[in-house]
C-alpha cells in the first residue's frame, strides 16, 4: 500500500539549533515533493518545492533535500526560533497536467522549539 | 501573494441536514481547486478535484452524492455536505493552484460539526 511516514509525531529542539525533519514513502513515484507549516486550526502555508531531479533546495533558514533511490526527503530548520513552532508537513505530488497535480501529505510533525 | 478564503470559517449543524462551504480565489482565476478534509491529528485526505465549467473528480472512496461539488465560477467553488452526519464532522480546507507558479495556496478551513 501506499504510505507517506514523517518520522516523529513530535520534535522538541532547543531555539538556535538545526530542526531535521523526515519525510519517508513508499509505493509512489512523486515527481515533486513539497513542504507545508500549519498552524493550528489554519490552513497549510507552502515553504519549499523540490523535483525529483534535484538534490537540494535552499531558502533563507530552510533547506529540503531529495533522495528519490532511498525515497526519503530530510528538511531542515537553522537556528530555530520559538516563531518556527508548528506542524509541518511532507507532500508528494505525482502527477502534473497543465496544471498543478493532486498532493497526498503525510500526518506531519509538530515542532517546539523552546527559548 | 495570492489568497484563497472559505466561508464559513465554523459551522455547527444538525444530523441530516446539508451544509455548503464555499472557496474563493480572491485574487487569480483558477479553473482547478481541491478539496481536503483533515481529522483531528491525522493528515489532509484529498476528497476531490474540482474542475471549473466541468464534473469534479472524487478520490476513491468518497462518495460523489454526499459530497457534491459544483465549480461555477474561475473564483469560486462550493462543497455541499448532504445529509450531514457526526461522523462528517472535521476540518475541511481548500487549494487553488495559481497558473505560471509551482504551488498551491490553501484556504484557512472550515471546521464543521455535526450534532
Known amino acids: 500500500s501506499q504510505k507517506i511516514e514523517q518520522n516523529s509525531e513530535a520534535l522538541n529542539i532547543q531555539e538556535g539549533k538545526t530542526a531535521t525533519l523526515t519525510c519517508n514513502y513508499t509505493?509512489?513515484?512523486?515527481?515533486?515533493l513539497q513542504w507545508y507549516r500549519q498552524d493550528p486550526g489554519r490552513g497549510p502555508v507552502f515553504l519549499l518545492l523540490?523535483?525529483?531531479?534535484?538534490k537540494e533546495k535552499r531558502k533563507e533558514r530552510l533547506k529540503v533535500t531529495f533522495d528519490t533511490t532511498l525515497k526519503q526527503s530530510l528538511f531542515h530548520i537553522t537556528a530555530s526560533q520559538p516563531a518556527d513552532s508548528a506542524t509541518y508537513l511532507c507532500?508528494?505530488?505525482?502527477?502534473?497536467?497543465?496544471?498543478?497535480?493532486?498532493?497526498?501529505f503525510g500526518r506531519g510533525t509538530q515542532l517546539t522549539v523552546w527559548p | 501573494g495570492a489568497v484563497v478564503s472559505q466561508h464559513p470559517s465554523r459551522v455547527i449543524c444538525k444530523s441530516g441536514t446539508s451544509v455548503k462551504i464555499e472557496c474563493r480565489s480572491l485574487?487569480?482565476?483558477?479553473?482547478?481547486m481541491f478539496w481536503y478534509r483533515q481529522f483531528p491529528k491525522q493528515s489532509l485526505m484529498l476528497m476531490a478535484t474540482?474542475?471549473?465549467?466541468?464534473?469534479?473528480?472524487?478520490e476513491q472512496g468518497v462518495e460523489k452524492d454526499k459530497f457534491l461539488i459544483n465549480h461555477a465560477s474561475l473564483t469560486l467553488s462550493t462543497l455541499t455536505v448532504t445529509s450531514a452526519h457526526p461522523e462528517d464532522s472535521s476540518f475541511y480546507i481548500c487549494?487553488?493552484?495559481?497558473?505560471?507558479?509551482?504551488?498551491?495556496?490553501f484556504g484557512p478551513g472550515t471546521r464543521l460539526t455535526v450534532l
Open positions: 474540482s474542475n471549473e465549467g466541468s464534473k469534479a473528480t472524487y
Open positions: 487549494s487553488a493552484p495559481v497558473a505560471g507558479t509551482d504551488t498551491q495556496y
Open positions: 507532500a508528494l505530488e505525482t502527477d502534473r497536467g497543465s496544471t498543478l497535480g493532486r498532493l497526498y
Open positions: 523540490i523535483r525529483e531531479n534535484e
Open positions: 485574487d487569480f482565476q483558477a479553473t482547478t
Open positions: 509505493n509512489y513515484s512523486p515527481a515533486y
